[in-house]
């Protein structure tokens, strides 16, 4: 192998079974580039399979005199071939499962010799990850003669379908691979490890379910009818849905303090990093089951749009829609409710002045994250639906992480909003540098004070970005309105009532008005 220092790589390798050599040419990331007419100097890596010796390598400084610049370089599998150069391809943590997440391949370009190495006697195993079926409902049919409006649907009914068995998939796969080996190596206990998982495990049955009620339908031509009805019978098992994503959000916080072990970071390390993972992570694969539930109206919606008229789901998809929203609608308002109260719990006060009976009163969050102060400090910022907290995030031994409440907190329906354009000056050493970086202009930020005879000073506050500091405003503004209208309504709810006008004419009625009716009466 024959290495010649640039600034690019170019890969060449000898494919034994077409007798071709195939060339790449890569930049310093291992990423494809495409190969200009213009001679440049190139990195160039020839394998040479008569030339290579068992348990040897040649290092950079036996090479000629007359090639200084030279290295002699010994793969570390011995191979014919060199493939699988890959370019990296950076996933979301939600996107689709069945996309493949690739490795990529770097070349070390430094000028000094690599010291030499002893070859692995043992190849080893791959750890590229394992590709999702992607196969459509077209390619499970050998003919067809429907149009193209039904090729649509009967493509969406089998993503539904399929979507269900790789859930199960998974599900299982996060069972036998992480609960049960943390379970049996002690990583972790079996009470922490129930309070992380949760109610995962009835899931799978639940799933398996539809999945075999869904397969029923498929006739011999592997084509749908009606699919409405039994989505219909089916959504209201995902009742069952409350419970488990309630407990994510204890969940993801007991998980992240546990990263913090060496034994438990070491093993989660390892299992990410083999090919089965899909390079996800454990949280990713504990959070599917939620990600699961909001696609649901997303397919029925594109089922509606592809239901032909007259056809019999036309009146029971608009149905079972309606049920799925609502199922989505009841879950997102619990997890809501037990993330508010698993943060209020963790909320630790200076100061009796800063329990705020509004803070107990609320049952969701608006929003929560981090915002720096006037002083460049960080703090991690709760906007409940009552109430603004400013806290510094800290750990307790038995409590795992805490919020140390910061200042006084502000109560939504007193608070006066201010966004600070960006660029403007920061006068009067308001900001103390903090937001300026020196420059004497402010980015990002926003300010907050408490109307009214409180004495709350102004919090002048800073996002991350443009994008984090619209969301910020956007969400204290609906609080804001919100919160007023909710007091506003509690006042008038206090007030005493107006007196029936049917029985304002009581008031008028004097003793002798028995007599009068009485005369009346004889008239």
Known sequence: MEVEETGETRSSWYDGSSGETH????????????????????????????????GEMMPGHMKDSEEPSNKRVKPVLKSNSLTGVITPVKTPALKRI????????SFRTDARPLPPAPLRNRTKASSFPRRRNSQCWSDTVESHDLTAKE??????????????????????????????PMLKLDIMTESELGQIFGTLDSLIPLHEDLLDRLERLRGSEKTVGEVGPTLLNWFPCLGAYVTY????????????????????????????????SRKLDLWNFLDLPRSRLVKYPLLLKEIQKCTPPEHPDEDTIPEALDMIHAIVAEVNKK????????????????????????????????????????????????????????????????????????RQPLRN?????????????????????AFTGGNDKVKNCFRVSSRGRSKVNPYCLQANDSFSKQQWITCLRQAIVQSRDRTAQTSQSQLPLPPDPALCHIADLSLSSDTDMADHSTC
């Open 151 to 180: 090729i649509k649907r009967q493509e969406v009914i089998y993503e539904l379908t399929q979507g269900e068995k790789q859930l199960i998939e998974d599900l299982s796969l996060v069972k036998k691979v992480y609960y049960e």
């Open 335 to 406: 997890t809501g409710e037990a993330e508010c109260q698993f943060y209020r719990r963790g909320l630790i006060y200076l100061e009796e002045s800063q329990r705020l009976s509004e803070i107990q009163q609320s049952r969701f969050l608006y929003c929560h994250g981090e915002l720096k102060n006037n002083k460049g400090q960080r703090l991690h910022v709760f906007l409940f639906e009552l109430a603004l907290v400013l806290t510094r995030p800290g750990e307790d031994r038995d409590l795992g992480q805490v919020f140390h409440v910061y």
């Open 245 to 276: 994503c309630c407990n994510q959000v204890g969940a993801k916080a007991l998980l992240d303090q546990k990263k913090h072990e060496k034994r438990v970071e070491h093993f989660l390390r390892l299992c990410q990093e083999s090919s089965f």
């Open 98 to 105: 069945g996309q493949s997440i690739s490795r990529s391949i």
């Open 23 to 54: 060339t790449v040419l890569c930049d310093h990331a291992g990423k494809k580039r495409k190969q200009d007419p213009a001679p440049e100097p190139v990195i160039r890596i020839i394998e040479d399979e008569e030339e290579e010796e068992e």
């Open 413 to 433: 329906a007193l608070i006066n909003l201010e966004e600070i354009p960006d660029g403007e000056a920061a006068g009067g050493g308001t900001f103390r540098g």
